[in-house]
């Protein structure tokens, strides 16, 4: 099928860039000598996932559990959930996770950890677990060295419990790549004090997951790490372009849409609105809208009800008329495509890929 004869509103992955983004990430960490656990969050589709290890990923990244029960389903192993767990029914799952295939897990608290350690114990498995640091987000994570060194220490000691070393999520460094270096840096300092202190008490960190989309290409400056875990890379998106991280040409997702009305002056309604598009506003930037029009530059997506989206074409009056299809690059892609039931690959303007979003919404 042609690609103007998809029904829209529509989430369209070009696959030759989506490969040359899976390439070219996996090279730059065989070059370093890192490990790449990408973030699935951004496609949460387990073809995808097959893809990343298949180009030299060595597992994958998930938030939730839902989302790795849907990895693991579809043959995915060595899983890293990185969010604490905490309640009995997720602990529940998280053993009968451990029981299916290699699961890491992270947090920055002993209760957390001592409840992992419980559940694993009552089910005869071992779960890794990661200690957490925050490197700056101020979103989770222990918050000094020492704290670190204790944190660890106590994980060390628990049972059914494999202690592997540290993660961080340097979610906050939105600064374009060549400007990174002061405050990685600075990050991998703590990581290292962390790490000499807990191996001066005999206990050895295998393992030092961090690593971001804006950050990843910048990874081999902080000695400390040992894996990466980038998600929107697979995709990019407008937020990604604008930090500077990477180009417009390497954006693989566009949301195709239909023009609907050019009723109202100076305006033209599409038929995505905030049930199609995420309303993350563009992170830093000039850029006004909830995405780039990729034929129109000029309309601005300004505004949207649940069903439309409100393009302001002053730029570009009487230009526009209904029956219309425009493309526009989302300013967050991971939040976009978590709103849609399917996206479809595409190869030279052929359709030749529908794939389930299989593990949106899965928020539990
Ligand atoms: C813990 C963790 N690791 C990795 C990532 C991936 O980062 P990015 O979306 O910049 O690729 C995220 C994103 O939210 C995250 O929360």
Known sequence: MHISELDTPAVVVDLDILDKNLS??????????????????????P???????????????????????IMAREGLDDIFVAYPIVGSGKLDRLVDLARRGRLTVSTDSAEVALGISDAA????????????????LRRCGVQTPDDLVALAQYMNRLPSIEFLGFMFFPGQVRLPPAEQAPVLGRIDARLQEAQEKLYRSGIQVRVVSGGSTPTAYQSHLMKTVTEIRPGTYVYND???????????????????????????KGRAVIDGGSKTFSSDLLRGGEGRGFGLSVERPGVILESMSEEHGHLNVEACPGELKVGDRLRFIPNHVCTTVNMHDEVWGVRSEEIVERWPVAGRGRVR
């Open 24 to 45: 070219e990430m996996a090279a730059y960490c065989a070059q370093h000598g890192l490990s790449l656990r990408p973030h699935t969050k951004t496609h949460k589709i």
């Open 47 to 69: 073809e995808i996932a097959r893809m990343q290890i298949r180009a030299g990923a060595r597992g994958i990244t998930v938030a939730k559990l839902g989302e790795a029960e």
């Open 121 to 136: 114990r009552g089910a005869g498995v071992t779960i890794r677990l990661l200690a957490e640091m925050d490197a700056g």
């Open 238 to 264: 407008m937020n990604t372009v604008t930090i500077g991280a990477t180009e417009l040409s390497r954006c693989a997702v566009t949301v195709h849409v239909t023009v609907v009305s050019v009723a109202v």
